[in-house]
């Protein structure tokens, strides 16, 4: 029996909403200078909308027509294998450092931060070029998919990834959760000194988790699934021999196939997920984001008012918003 696979139009429309509301705290936590967090709120959008333009180009179609935007689509896929797992190696790299000194300097983890979580799926996308069967793959519904040639290098340069950063990311975690254990005292004194920011700090702690718990075992059920199909690295030319061929697979191919199915729907759905997570723990149960989106709906609201000193007060006080009580500000110089 082939596998059950959703409307297209439910994944472009899941994707679209996804794409916005992964994005809607980006403001107030670049202003707290949460990098982390705002990467993985970048690459979660930009991975959602990538989803949603080629569901939309590509519904009922497999037509070549779009050369130089597959080219870019596909690789994309690449990075976000990587990119939303590193992310949350830097979320967790920083919780850990927070039971460990109440003084860090922002300015180098910040960089440190940019390395991990834009450097590492900039890097990979590099070495994806090395075990790049062909320059694309077209698949009815779905759109452009990135071509890695099966063979052991592309395991080391590719498949073995996002599994080392999830588990790089919970060694954090577990180091973090140990400190916590075994001096509680004295980390609740540098964690939860404040009040106010203590659900941040859980949230954090369960967005970087769900993650982690995620990541580990479906990146070893795709380690296990390419190491059926390895084939021999023979040369250089061989692997890109025929490198501008694209190959057109239509949905009732894919519909049918459990292995093809799963893989497409895991990374669609997948990524979607950690939108919609994102957002419910910091769009919706944050405090402060509810008090933002207080503050620019009465922003909006005195925007289109006459102009009477009420509202003109309104305006003043909306624009000078400060950054939520809930929302970090990482100490240090």
Not at 86 to 110: G, H, P
Not at 297 to 314: D, G, I, N
Request: proline letters at 5%; hydrophobic letters at 45%; aromatic letters at 14%.
């Amino acid at each position: 029996m082939p596998p059950y696979v959703p409307p297209n139009s439910a994944l472009s429309a899941s994707a679209f909403i996804g794409s916005v509301v992964s994005m809607a705290p980006f403001y107030w936590h670049v202003r707290a200078g949460n990098v982390g967090t705002c990467l993985f709120m970048f690459w979660t959008s930009l991975s959602c909308l990538n989803l949603f333009i080629n569901s939309r180009i590509w519904d009922g179609n497999t037509r070549d027509v779009a050369h130089v935007w597959c080219d870019i689509s596909s690789r994309v896929l690449v990075a976000q294998n990587v990119a939303i797992p590193a992310s949350i190696l830097c979320i967790t790299r920083r919780l850990y450092k927070l039971t460990v000194t109440t003084v860090i300097n922002k300015r180098r983890e910040a960089y440190i931060d940019l390395g991990i979580g834009l450097g590492i799926p900039i890097l990979e996308v590099l070495l994806y070029c090395i075990v790049q069967g062909h320059r694309y793959n077209l698949f009815e519904d779905v759109g452009c998919w990135p071509v890695v040639y099966d063979t052991l290098p592309a395991f080391g340069l590719v498949f073995a990834w996002p599994l080392v950063i999830a588990v790089i990311s919970a060694t954090y975690g577990l180091c973090g959760f140990y400190r916590f254990v075994r001096h509680g005292r004295e980390v609740r004194a540098l964690v939860f000194a404040d009040k106010a920011k203590r659900g941040r700090y859980i949230r954090l702690i369960l967005i970087a988790g769900c993650d982690i718990l995620g990541t580990i075992p479906l990146s070893i059920y795709d380690l296990y699934s390419d190491s059926l199909f390895v084939s021999p690295w023979i040369s250089w030319e061989y692997v890109h021999s025929g490198f501008s061929e694209v190959n057109e697979v239509p949905a009732s191919l894919w519909h049918t196939s459990p292995d093809m199915a799963f893989g497409i729907q895991m990374t669609q759905w997948v990524t979607v997920a950690c939108a919609f997570v994102f957002f419910t723990l910091f769009g919706i149960f944050s405090q402060g984001a509810i008090d933002q989106y207080q503050h620019f709906y009465e922003l909006a609201q005195a925007r289109f008012a006459s102009s009477t000193p009420s509202a003109q007060y309104v305006l003043a006080s909306s624009t000078s918003s400060s950054i939520p009580d809930d929302v970090i500000s990482f100490p240090g110089p």
